[in-house]
């Protein structure tokens, strides 16, 4: 815009040189001042005088010649008077330059105009009402001020222009600032780990997976090690919108041991003793059939719906390892985070808000690989809500039972609630969990807090709490256990690469001396 505006100033600088030129030759003519008509040299024939290659009379000659003489004289005067005017740079000067030259030049041919005689009647009847032409300098003038208003807009519109400029400039340097400063929500969770989706000829595979490296470091005894954790390949493969098939792989499992006990005059007694089939690489491996986003059926080997912490990814866990009653499974802690083979329904209603899942299965995890031994069929279930009203916020419950007959004299269930809320930065979850194995009684509850220090930097912190048995706290497997837990999480490359550290202080009531262990965890997921 503004090489254009300097293009047309040079141009009307051009103009006002050319008009001030002209003005000065239009006064130096010997016709005068356009729009006047200068007096005739000699008076027009008549049709009775005779031709014009006669000589005329001495007496008309010397008349016309004394009348011409006065003409002559007088358009010197005119034309000293003319350029005495000064060039001005704009249209305004140039306007008021040229109208006193113009007014001279008009006035001047009626001081000097030639006597009555010198002329015919019929030549004096022009001379009465002359025709005068068009001004080319009033034309230029009027030219040059349409001009100086078109600039006059333009610059105006410039001006308004680069306001609108500087303003987007001044908010866009705001946002900039804003999201440079902005630290992302630590209550969000990362987004899933990217897929790697292959066409197979109509059906489309996908592929993921999840590695985790362990470093663990402990007192009392217990030897550092490195482990591997977890080393999980996930297929998946969508046969149309409405049918897909899941399987996931461990190659870090291992084998264990599977005892069965039953209660002997109220004591836990080991009847039976097995290689523990939940060790197999299987881990999930189910059909889904989708009717809706609110109604879809799972059918096959698959995580059972019980706990928040349960059912999450391992891949997205805030801590290295899940809350005690997730993870103790030497002492009973299987409340969360076990499969088994069954059929679920599951799906969300009420816009999203509404989340719900539940079904039949062999048994509590363990008779995962495996067929089921006594022919019962627990059920579970797990409802979540997520209020659109509150942002973040989000509460459920778990439930699971089966009741006791003839084969099977014990009666196990499982039943807890669990909240978690995220505002800004921070990041704030617990859980609740009891349940029966027969006569024992079992307890487990944890509460957990986030905060974000950096873009890719969370602290943790988490109090745990688990009671194999809260009837009695006498030895080393009754014993409630509690853990007081410190953190942090770097997020390398978001979710698909993050390195975890945690520090523990293990307490034992009085039965057992307390322990400090170190665990890192470095995990990548795609």
Not at 35 to 46: K, Q
């Amino acid at each position: 815009m503004s090489r254009w505006i300097v293009r047309w100033g040079l141009a009307l600088t051009g103009a006002v040189l050319m008009t001030q030129t002209a003005v000065a030759q239009v006064a130096m003519t010997p016709q005068g001042w356009p729009g006047v008509e200068p007096p005739p040299a000699a008076a027009p024939a008549r049709p009775a005088d005779k031709p014009k290659t006669e000589a005329p009379a001495p007496k008309k000659r010397a008349k016309t010649k004394r009348a011409a003489k006065p003409v002559e004289a007088a358009k010197p005067a005119a034309v000293v008077a003319a350029p005495a005017p000064v060039p001005a740079p704009v249209p305004e000067a140039v306007t008021a330059a040229i109208a006193p030259v113009a007014r001279p030049a008009v006035e001047a041919p009626k001081l000097t105009a030639p006597p009555a005689e010198a002329a015919p009647a019929s030549a004096e009847a022009p001379a009465a009402k002359p025709v005068v032409p068009n001004d080319p300098s009033a034309e230029i003038v009027a030219a040059m001020q349409q001009q100086s208003q078109l600039l006059s807009r333009l610059a105006s519109e410039l001006d308004a222009s680069r306001a609108t400029v500087a303003e987007q400039g001044r908010m866009i340097a705001a946002l900039e600032k804003k999201a440079a400063t902005a630290v992302p929500a630590a209550a969000a969770p990362p987004p899933p780990p990217p897929v790697i989706t292959v066409d197979t000829g109509g059906a489309k595979l996908r592929l993921a997976g999840l590695v985790q490296g362990w470093y663990t470091a402990s007192d009392a005894g217990v030897a550092d090690t490195f482990r591997l954790r977890r080393g999980e390949v996930k297929l998946g493969g969508e046969v149309n919108r409405r049918v897909r098939w899941d399987l996931v792989l461990d190659a870090a499992k291992a084998l264990s041991v599977s005892n069965s006990y039953v209660t002997v005059n109220g004591q836990r007694v080991m009847s039976d003793t097995s290689v523990g089939q939940s060790g197999r690489m299987l881990q999930d491996a189910f059909v889904t059939l989708t009717r809706s986003s609110s109604f879809a059926i799972a059918l096959g080997q698959q995580k059972l719906p019980l706990a928040m912490e349960g059912v999450q990814s391992s891949s997205r866990l805030e801590t290295v390892e899940r809350a005690l009653f997730m993870s103790d499974k030497t002492r009973g802690g299987t409340y969360g985070d076990i499969r088994d083979f069954g059929v679920m329904a599951k799906g969300k209603v009420a816009k999203g808000q509404i989340e719900y899942s539940g079904g039949i299965f062999n048994g509590f995890g363990e008779t995962q690989n495996d067929v089921d031994r006594d022919g019962q069929k627990p059920f579970m279930g797990r409802l979540v809500a997520r209020p659109s009203a509150v942002k973040g916020l989000s509460f459920g419950s778990s439930y699971g039972r089966t009741t006791a007959h003839a084969g099977l004299p014990t009666r196990r269930d499982r039943a807890g609630v669990d909240a978690a809320f995220a505002r800004g930065r921070f990041l704030v979850a617990s859980e609740l969990m009891t349940g029966h194995d027969g006569v024992l009684a079992r307890q487990g509850y944890y509460a957990h807090t986030t905060y974000r220090v950096f873009r890719d930097i969370d602290a943790v912190f988490r109090a745990d709490t688990f009671d194999p048995d809260t009837t009695v706290d006498t030895t080393a497997a009754n014993v409630a256990e509690r853990d007081w837990l410190g953190g942090m999480n770097w997020r390398i490359a978001g979710p698909s690469a993050v390195l975890q550290v945690n520090y523990l202080r293990k307490t034992f009531l009085d039965v057992q001396p307390a322990r400090h262990v170190v665990m890192a965890n470095v995990q990548t997921a795609w």
